[in-house]
């Protein structure tokens, strides 16, 4: 039984065209500045305790307001809160939000859209639940679950990852439905593969292409997802900031420092363009059909 | 108010503006009103709300930005001047009471018509009070509690009968309870009066979208309505104050409510704006579970985990906590020092208020500390905080925090969206709450739900015999005097059990375009536009 | 096609009761009902009981839903608990404004969108390209709090050419609808531009490099008019797809630019009925929510299998 070819082995098959890619990223210099931004990001936010020149949550009354100058670079805030080490932590906690609440959709999504991919029984089951989720306005349980749980970064997390279930549900499930008909399958089926097998060793590696550029898309949209939900005052607990807490709370001190709102504002703008740019690229280089580049 | 009175009004107001003006130590002069300017007959005043009125109906409304459009339309049997005095209104003289104190006469203004040109009698005045007092779901119910009946003496008089003394009835007449609506309308609108109330006032009610405007217009049978220029008010609901405050740079709207105190200097600095000040009869401060076991109005009983903890169980902790905060300092940091430190829920502008009333504990975290030695607790003390979920809740939880730390204490912050807090708050889940009250003219609104054993809003689970006694007897009382030094009495024994730490009295800010004159605000917080117009 | 068609209209009905059964028991879970979010600090217990009595909010949730549901299929979506006023008058005065700050978005983001985008395809490597892709990005990576924020500190404040905020309707006053709409438009309007700038190129690429694109230079076709006439026809197909798929998201955004710019749209409801708890209006706002959102998505499902038969096997719509 087992000496039967499997004629094109997943794993086989896509060490080419993964390295092809890689190469293609590295020579992408786009993609290659996201990709540096996004590491120094994830690095200061990982380092913020050795970085930061102060504590993210210590405050000092006597130095309030003071715009940027040589000791505090971004400026202090209206506690005295030195804004620079506030950006680093803040970076901490939008990066979490951004990853956590990717990695929580792809949990629950992709196995989600992989049963009804390929068992067609289940498939109407999982449809309903994906189209009530996507009736379902995503800003009232947002609302819904900081009332429950309270302002955190978990709340956060929970309510802009679960809001992105539906999608990766929805691309898993193409994929997956796309990947059944393939012929290098269809062998395995013939060759008795179990459905486990199949599943775990050829459909779900060909879906993680768009897998990973779905889930550049929701990083950064999940990024922004957290400075709305703070804008509605339905953020991280206090003192953490986030850079989405650090831009609600200063938006109506805009006339008194300007800057602290520049410098959160500017954080996020940084972080969403170098993951998009990074995101870009890997498209690019994992599907190049679709880019013509 | 009767129209003698308004020049001696204004007056007062000058006095009070000078010093408004210098309690939020500014060198702009500020005012309470802008009744000096005259103006002119005609034209659409916009005024920007803050938030959304509830149900306009006097009965059932229950939100402090809904007096302010009623002000307009809904005319009370008495009012409040500059002074925080009460003077009549609909009724025709201050009431008379018995010398018992159970009987209280009150004689109404004649030739009085509501907007729909039905006559102001006695017994209209009889049926909406009964209607606030037997109202399923009525918000006046519990303020008219202590009264027992009503009864028409004759066409322009009532008799409200007490089941015992009740000093602050005049003030709750000057309030919701004693807005007077149309019978008439009642009968053809029954429970939906809110979307068609007919009162007495300058405007008269006119059209309502929901989260958009609530639109008033000039009343021709309002017995005073030389007085009215204004064709038409149109309040609009901006919830947001920087957009507020932009509206009215703009010129999109005349009148706003409530401008941020981070805005107040910009506003003080624009010459086609005026600011208009007054002191706030509320508080804010931080309410301590001491005994909320089981929901408010329950009896009191020792909390339980996760609440329990030293700071229900031992007061030192809890005056280890207030001297560990700096009120000053917290005006200044979180509310740009616009507004005042306060440590007693009277406001320093009440006729009631005195020395007693007004005594402040020193900040003093090394007596803090001290205290927290004594008590034996070990440092840093964990507690929890619940703050309201917006910028200037958690500004405020910041600060607090940064400052108990120095006092031995590490707060847990809990920003908590406001439905949500109430709720747990109320079933007495929670250590600590930042909250406070919009405060009621007559002390007792302020005082006697909050620290009496079966308060309505006494979420503290407080309770002290002495303090019961002392609140009904002030109650009870109709003498200004003693009932001033019998509140005193009862703010040093809550100053000594700390269920509440009061913290900050806000500051009413209203921004007003330099083309607008007439504009009257009290320290009640209610823009009054009765009189107001453009300017000639 | 019959038989496609009822079962996607049953299917539809299946989710749209699921939505309403769950926001149903979802916000009474919430902590606080609609009558202590109401009572706010005048919370008096005993007239608090009276009034959940009188809701009906003392009764077990089917109950209340079923007296809801039979209520709803009359017409009657009852009352707001915090204004007092009928909820379907609040939802219908609150609609146009959204739907017609919406349109206005659509219309602005396919203008930059298929502009940038043809531009981008048809250019290639030039500073035209660049700067596309650059607003594309931008669109994409700018919060649209931030962006209303600074629109309105700009144009409102620092230049006072626009109003900051309110809502005036186009039926009305076109000119001023224009004028109050724009800034809110364009925020609202800049995800969705990007995402169609995107689109449209790539589809442009594809376009021009197919083979009757090719077909049609080899004919002798001048430059602007294969653009024009093939490729060009090509990608709004792609862009009627993407603005049909990104509608909800459209709404979502809304939200968020109503409170910006204080339109008293129905995003902004939403949010105020859920941290007021006004029960009966949440119900009536999702009802209406995800009636136009499933209406909408039949629409777009019965559209494709009419185009694409073969979608009605699979049913994927691959993103």
Sequence with gaps: MTTVAEPVTAPASLAGPRRRALRRLLRNPLAMTGLVVVLVAVLAALLADLVAPYPAARTDFSAALQPPSGRHWFGTDELGRDQFSRVLFGLRASVTVGLAAVGLSMAVGVPLGLLAGFYRVLDPFVSRLVDTMLAFPFLILAVGLAAIRGASLVTAVVAIGVAEIPLVVRVTRGETLRLREMDYVSAAVASGASDGVLLRRHILPNAVNALIVQATVTIPAAIIGEAVLSFLGLGVRPPTPSLGVMLASAQPLFRDGPWMVVFPGLAIVLLTLAFNLLGDGLRDALDPRESHR | ?536 | MRRYLLRRLLESVVTLILVTMVVFAGVRALPGDQVRALAGEEADPAALEQLRHEYGLDQPIPVQYARYVAKAFSGDLGTSARTGLPVADTIRHALPVTLQLSAFAVVIAVLIGLTTGVLAAVRRRTAAEWAANTVALLGLSVPNFWFGLMAVLIFAIAFPVLPASGFVSVFDNPVESFRHLLMPAVVLGSGLAAVIMRQCRSAMLEALGADYVRTARAKGLGGAQVVLGHALRNSLIVVTTIVGLQLGVLISGAVVTEQIFVLPGFGKLTIDAVFTRDYPLIQGVVLVTATAYIGLNLLVDLLYSVIDPRVRVGGAVAQ
């Design chain 2, 1 to 536: 108010m009767s129209p003698l009175l308004r020049p001696a009004a204004v007056l007062v107001a000058f006095a009070l503006a000078a010093s408004a003006c210098s309690s939020i130590g500014s060198d702009e002069p500020a005012t309470s009103t802008t009744g000096d300017r005259p103006v002119k007959a005609g034209g659409t005043l916009r005024v920007a709300l803050a938030e959304e009125p509830d149900r306009l109906d006097p009965t059932l409304a229950r939100t402090l930005v809904g007096r302010t459009v009623f002000s307009a339309m809904c005319e009370k049997l008495y009012d409040i001047n500059e002074k925080l005095e009460i003077v009549p209104q609909l009724a025709d003289g201050l009431p008379t009471i018995s010398a018992d104190g159970k009987t209280v006469t009150i004689k109404i203004r004649s030739g009085v018509k509501f907007a729909d040109g039905t006559m102001l009698d006695a017994a209209a005045v009889k049926t909406s009070l009964d209607r606030h007092r037997t109202l399923t779901g009525s918000a006046r119910a519990s303020e008219l509690s202590s009264v027992a009946g009503v009864d028409v003496v004759d066409p322009s008089t009532v008799a409200i009968r007490l089941k015992e003394p009740f000093a602050p009835l005049a003030a709750v007449l000057a309030d919701r309870a004693g807005m007077i609506m149309s019978p008439a309308a009642l009968k053809a609108r029954g429970e939906d009066f809110a979307s068609g109330p007919v009162c007495v006032g300058p405007f008269k009610f006119s059209s309502r979208v929901a989260q958009d405007r609530i639109e008033l217009v000039k009343d021709p049978n309002y017995y005073d309505a030389d007085k009215v220029k204004a064709d038409k008010i149109v309040y609009e609901i901006i919830a947001d104050s920087t957009t507020r405050f932009n509206n009215l740079r703009s010129g999109d709207v005349d009148v706003i409510d409530r401008p941020a105190a981070t805005d107040v200097d910009a506003l003080q600095a624009d010459s086609n704006l005026r600011l208009l000040t007054s002191d706030s009869l509320g508080y804010q401060g931080i309410t301590l579970n001491l005994a909320n076991r089981d929901g408010v109005t329950k009896p009191p009983a020792p909390l339980t985990a996760p609440y329990a903890g030293p700071v229900a169980s031992d007061a030192r902790v809890r005056h280890a906590f207030e001297l560990s905060l700096d009120r000053e300092a917290i005006n200044r940091v979180v509310f740009r020092g616009k507004y005042q430190p306060a440590c007693g829920p009277i406001s320093p502008s009440s006729p009631y208020s005195s020395d007693a009333a007004q005594k402040c504990p020193p900040h003093d975290p090394a007596q803090a500390k001290k205290l927290l030695a004594e008590a034996g607790v070990t440092t840093p003390l964990k507690v929890s905080l619940v703050v309201a979920n917006t910028p200037d809740g958690r500004r405020l939880g910041e600060a607090i925090q940064a400052q108990a730390r120095e006092g031995g204490f590490d707060v847990q912050l809990q920003p908590t969206e406001f439905s949500a807090a109430l709720d747990a708050t109320d079933a007495g889940k929670y250590q600590m709450f930042a909250i406070g009250w919009s405060g009621r003219v007559d002390p007792d609104g302020n005082i006697a739900s909050f620290v009496t054993t079966q308060g309505s809003l006494n979420i503290a689970g407080y309770s002290n015999p002495d303090v019961d006694r002392m609140v009904a007897q002030a109650r009870a009382t109709n003498d200004q005097a003693q009932r001033r030094d019998l509140y005193g009495q009862i703010i040093a024994k809550v100053q000594e059990d700390l269920p509440l730490i009061y913290l900050y009295r806000t500051v009413n800010f209203t921004g007003v375009s330099a083309k607008v004159g007439g504009v009257k605000m009290y320290p009640d917080g209610i823009i009054r536009v009765t009189e107001a117009g453009f300017t000639e």
